[in-house]
């Protein structure tokens, strides 16, 4: 008997998942992981004050940003949610009248938790090198490590890794530097 076939994932799916539940849409396949946990809202909210005031609010750093927490990127029939997402207000001078972005980010960045580490990894890194996000971040909130790329042609390439406690300044935000070990829970 053959195997049947698989119907691509669409946006009803993701609407019709329970509140507690956030739903993606990679390659056709939905993908669903639970709200963040502790370490990764820590992780996740802290960093988004560290970036946010300096490059989003211009306070204390250049400005010309925006950088948002967990956007809807409605992306080349894909559906992505990272945690944190920014973009050059040069690229995107006004934010969009709608709950999501059809404007590709700048950067991205995936806060890992075991739940998410896999497709963070493997799927949707590679898939926003394709779709010309100009650099990620990997935020390891359990080994206490961040992952910097830069998008080469659509590959990445790692240009920094931090770990523990150590003052960063990271492109494409070096032109400020903050303490890694801010967003670590205790």
């Known amino acids: 008997m053959a195997n049947p ?10 609407l019709a998942l329970p509140p507690n539940l956030v739903g993606e849409i990679v390659y056709g396949r939905l993908i669903t992981h639970p709200r963040p946990a502790p370490r990764h809202a820590r992780a996740s909210s802290n960093l988004g004050v560290r970036i946010g005031g300096p490059f989003d609010l211009g306070d204390g ?7 948002l927490d967990e956007p809807e990127l409605h992306l080349g029939g894909h559906v992505l949610v990272p945690d944190l997402a920014g973009w050059r207000r040069e690229r995107m001078p006004r934010l969009p009248d709608v709950a999501w972005f059809e ?5 991205v960045c995936e806060v890992l938790s075991p739940s998410t580490a896999r497709d963070d990894r493997a799927e949707k890194l590679p898939l926003y090198g394709s779709l010309g996000v100009a650099h990620a971040w990997l935020v ?5 490590v961040l992952e910097a790329y830069e998008n080469q ?18 492109p494409p935000f070096e032109a400020v530097e ?4 801010e ?3 205790e």
Do not use: F
Request: aromatic share 14%.
């Open 153 to 170: 042609q659509g590959r990445w390439l790692l240009v920094q890794t931090h770990a523990g406690d150590s003052r960063v300044s990271v």
């Open 5 to 14: 076939a698989i119907k691509p994932a669409t946006y009803e799916d993701i």
């Open 61 to 67: 750093g250049p400005g010309g940003w925006w950088i």
């Open 103 to 107: 404007c590709v980010p700048d950067w």
């Open 178 to 181: 903050w303490a890694l070990g």
């Open 140 to 144: 390891d909130p359990d080994t206490r």
């Open 183 to 185: 967003l670590w829970a």
